[in-house]
């Protein structure tokens, strides 16, 4: 059984006794444990099942690597899936419960999967689910869908309860790792005056230098490890942070770090996660070495673990995993776990070293101790279901026969070591295969280059490929310093502390044990174990004739769970590469992707949710509005009022009301949000009628023109309003999405293709209010303010006529009125400078009580001009549509020898009368057409669907005329004015709308024109 | 992330506060090309692995448009330099020579 021991566990606090629950059972542990070693301790083995096969899982490592204890914590707005229990560190009241099985995790019904091995082999989801075809839907997609994922996804409407932060940062050199190679790269790099950053992902410094033993600078590593980080500590121009984890590492020197605050501490206060968004001029990647697994058969029975991880385990939290313990090897580096349980009072039952001739100086260690030593002997198989009961024993280099059985609890594995490289190959780093230490190697010449094209990364220590404590104090020295000074410093050389070890003999490279092993071992032999991936997948998958390591990665799903392969990659590819009668080199690694481990979602979000997701901008009047019952719609950045809403009155009868009585009366619509850019300069009316397809260099000052903008490839993209102001001054009004893309727009001709034309750009939409008066009360309101004012600007017919605007007051406010309507009612839009826009705005409420004044807002706007057949860019258009398409011919210049999208309006296909051109559409019986329904047409297209002739671009319920009206894009529209065309809903319903004129109201203009 | 250098107000950018514009150096054909002219300068562009000339605007800074010549396959920057001109100035070619010797993009070498 797993347990604590005695002694030991130099990371716990045995006076600090902590209560947890696992699956609702109660368990205590010591502070200082991980979830992990605080579930060893209570004898919990199974800390969840495989992802295929249902198959019981228990921990295989110790740290991040872990692949299979992966826990949902927490409840409720706390809640959270897939966390691995060895990064957890343990907390007083933690609830984690296992996932990835039902109904529990000690009896599972999926296990059948198990039963089922053989039908699930590499592809499976390609072969199995192909046929027949209607199974896909009903049978197999939602059996799929129910079975896999890991933990259960948060409750969509719970949200979470925690806060989180972005933090910027700027370092000459970023060390990643706070082991004893990144504490001498620090050192280094700090000597030399740079500001050096060190991030350390665990909560103590050091990393498996207390574990692994040896002496540095005379003394246990311990001594080194505290006295450098208290020196590094007391340095001005050097940061430590624990619990940081270096997740990625980006272009030219940019760095990702998660930091994570309180998940040790819930309830502490102030943000859980921090992101650090770091800019470093070098970055020293001192990641270390993770272990490999071995490949036996039952090598994922629970009990069987990486031997470094076991290790971990009795000298960090003072538990084991077994009290009788096999250990299998094929380097020196496991007989430290063998020495360490041995000391620790467990029984190690035999150590089977795979190589012919054993190792060195520790393996004459534990004979020594009276453990039972075998050369060139292997793990043929373990057996025990969910946790280990017999390992059979048997030849290294042989079929798997011939086997001795024992009786063990634990098994400890070491398949040789491989440099965490991931942080160096985010960016391009390139790899060497080491063939003596039979793991990819960062090669120094050729890392991940910045923006000078030099180097940026420098690895260090057993990162950078250096196994043994002397030569990994030395390569981290020489690392620091050279980061220091390829980031600009003087070079410093920084004596290496000295590290004394056990002399080790050379590891030999085991893919497969025994190295023949039979398909009935092989079938059990894992290599990924997250998304149960056998040696007998990889297999197959190169049978059928998957030779890239990519291609087989994504047939297998090797290397594709959550751990991102940090244990198999290795040893998959090298039975790919043995498979396909390659060498590992050859067949190469699949690409190392940031995160090196998964980061929350809530630190990628930081502090932009909620109120804050993004700024919110408001029109001068936007108090008043949110006072006045606005029923707010986000129209980009900004918010408008969709419609005022009265108590008591529905948001549909809101929009009825202020549509009839802006036809009759008065209405107020706040336009502050329109895009105003003031175009300057001798070159700006030449400049105008490139940007425009209408002339602009001949409108008369004083007078307006609608105008219509095309992009380069001839399709519309803004229109709007163009006031001549004066001989070099044009105001250009765009739509309120527009306003800066426009500005864009013209900035970026005016800058890359007609820099030698003199005209400015200003975007001045914010400096003024805008404010439609609309109705045929519009005139007498503002005349009566004049009157109060004692006088002001003349808005007769006459003296201001439709389509030309003035300067003056209004009521005794500076206002520019245009005579402009789009809503085919009489109507100013009036422009004040910001600041007096709610006065403005009050005023005319005010005076315009006795003529019926209501504000409305953006559907009755799009009501009104959908009455009137006017296009709104984004509805009648998509980035598709051109304005011949919208029957806009009349604004296309003929005289202009070029303007954007002149050119491309002859091209063929944009001369094609078969496109789909504007019309008006009224449904039958009065009711309002579906937005976006597609017209049917006679036939059925080459992929067997009903062709389509047309489709709904705006569409509303008119309260002038009692009824549904539409706009929509139907093919030789005009042409079959009176046709009745049909448009299937996704109600299930049919529509029958009758093509007409796309004016529905007020045909000749009356009314504006008055 | 890349880090470009503004040429106007000499600020090293991060790539959040530029908008990139695409290939640099495009010759406009308007009215009275063929066809062929005209769909090229729409639609085709250079596609290297190496030495490349890119626009870019920096968005959120002073907001002038600049030219970047740089490698799509190391990401290194070779210089940034005015978008008012038709190539690359000597200076930016001799920068790239002296990395890449041999290069060629369009008809520049
Ligand atoms: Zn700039």
Redesign the pocket.
Known sequence: MSTRLAKQGRLIDRNKQIEFTFNGKRMTGYAGDTLASALLANDQMMVGRSFKYHRPRGLVAAGSEEPNALMQLGSGDRYEPNQRATTTELFSGLSAKSQNHWPNLEFDVLAINNKLGRFLTAGFYYKMFMYPRAAWKHVYEPIIRASAGLGKAPDKETKDADTYEHFYFFADVVVVGGGVAGLQAAKAAAASGAKVLVLEQNAYWGGRAPVDGGTIDGEAPEAWIEKTRAELAAMDNVTLRDRCMASGVYDHGYVLGYERLTDHAPGQGGPRHRLWRIRAKQIVTATGAIERPLSFAGNDVPGVMLAASMRDYVVNWGVTPGRKVVVATNNDDAYRTALVLHEAGCDVVRILDARNNGGGDLMEEARQKGIRVECGRAIAKVSGGKRVKKVAICAQNGTGGAQEEIEADAVAMSGGWSPVVHLWSHCGGKLNWDDAQAHFRPDAARPPLGDNGKGFVVAAGSADGEMALGPVLVNASAAGSKAAEDAGFPAKTVAAAAGVDSVEAPMEAVWLMPAQADIGLRMKSWLDYQNDVKVSDVQLAAREGYESVEHTKRYTTLGMATDQGKLSNINGLAILADSLNSEIPQVGTTTFRPPYHPISMGVIGGEARGDIFQPVRKTPMYEWNDTNGADWEPVGHWRRPFAYVNKGESVHDAVNREVKNTRENLGLLDASTLGKLVVKGPDAGRFLDMMYTNMMSTLKIGKCRYGLMCSENGFLMDDGVVARIDEDTWLCHTTTGGAESIHGHMEEWLQTEWWDWKVYVANVTEQFAQIAVVGPNARKVLEKLNTAAGGGMDLSKEALPFMEWRDGKIGGYDARAYRISFSGELSYEIAVPASQGLAFWNAIMEAGKEFGVMPYGTETLHILRAEKGFIMIGDETDGTVIPQDLNLQWALSKKKEDYLGKRAHLRSHMADPDRWKLVGLETVDGSVLPDGAYALGEGINANGQKNVIGRVTSTYFSATLDRGIAMGLVKHGPDRMGEVITFPGTDGKTYEAKIVDPVFYDKDGEKQNV | MLILE??????K?EET?LHAGGEAHLKRFGPGSTDGEFHDYLFMRENPKGVHFERWR?AN????W?HAARCTMTLEVFGTYSAQTFEPPQEIRDAITAKRPGWTWRDLK
């Open positions: 503004c040429p106007y107000c000499g600020v950018a506060e920096h800074g002073c907001g002038k600049f």
